[in-house]
């Protein structure tokens, strides 16, 4: 038996990937998924043979030892913060929160509990990124003065647009 992990939320646009890359990794117990939207966990249970919950707290229940937190922004610091002081360890989409408060409020509460809360941020693993780093490293492109990138990611509602729900 490995370990047992939950999905709180599908409201980032990595969720379903993480729920795929669960499925596919040895030692994993994904236990279930929880989202608000019931039309869009009903579809994600489905595609991937997981327990839907209704209610993140009874997922919190269920035998889970950590949690992907992938809901929306304004939601992740609500549910993280529930997660960790449940003993839970928590795998956070970012931003934790929508205010500098609320990110650190579930900073304080996961120190508090023991357990681990960390931010996903996958972009800085991808194969171009981790080879410029190393050619900065290696100092193989000179002094660095200035980076400028680009996230080519999708906004994938109009609530992406409104600072209150989404922070910045």
């Not at 990595?14 to 929880?34: C, H, M, Q, W």
């Amino acid at each position: 038996m490995g370990v047992k992990i939950g999905v709180i939320g599908l409201g980032h646009p990595r969720a379903d990937a993480y729920l795929s890359e669960l499925k596919n990794t040895p030692g994993v117990d994904t236990v279930g998924i929880f989202d608000e939207r019931e039309e869009r966990v009903a579809v994600a249970a489905g595609k991937h043979g997981i327990r839907m919950f209704n209610d993140h707290v009874r997922l919190l229940e269920a035998g889970v030892d950590a949690v992907i937190v992938c809901a929306e922004n304004d939601r992740r610091a609500k549910y993280a913060a529930d997660a960790v002081a449940a003993g839970k360890h928590v795998l956070c989409e970012m931003p934790l929160g929508t205010t500098p408060d609320a990110a650190r409020a579930v900073v304080r509460s996961s120190r508090d509990n023991g357990v681990l809360l960390k931010a996903a941020f996958p972009y800085r693993c991808l194969p171009a990124v981790v080879a410029a780093k190393s050619a900065i490293d290696q100092g193989e492109i000179g002094d660095l003065l200035a980076i400028k990138g680009t996230n080519r990611g999708r906004m994938p509602e109009s609530r992406w647009y409104d600072p209150r729900k989404e922070g910045g």
